[in-house]
């Protein structure tokens, strides 16, 4: 049986035991280890992570409205004096 008579259970059979085969392959790939190793993070070890990730948002936002204001402000003004 060839792929244009498969109905449409016959696919989604073979979708499920394709998506089966790769979920039990995922802890034995180049990750797997990672993966063994990996843990739930701490009370502290989480809000450390999320107030570096903010402090991060926060400087490039900073970083970028600097570059606008610079843009709007400071440019036009140096190209007025050519």
């Not at 450390?48 to 903010?54: A, H, V």
Request: charged fraction near 25%.
């Amino acid at each position: 049986m060839n792929k244009e008579q498969k109905g449409f259970m016959d696919k989604a059979w073979d979708l499920q035991h394709s998506i089966e085969s790769r979920q039990k392959r995922i802890g034995k790939g180049k990750y797997g280890r990672v993966l063994k190793m990996a843990r739930k993070p701490t009370n502290e070890e989480y809000e450390r992570t999320s107030m570096i990730t903010g402090a991060a948002i926060l400087l490039i936002g900073a970083i970028g409205f600097v570059i606008y204001i610079l843009r709007e402000l400071a440019v036009p003004a140096i190209l007025s004096l050519f």
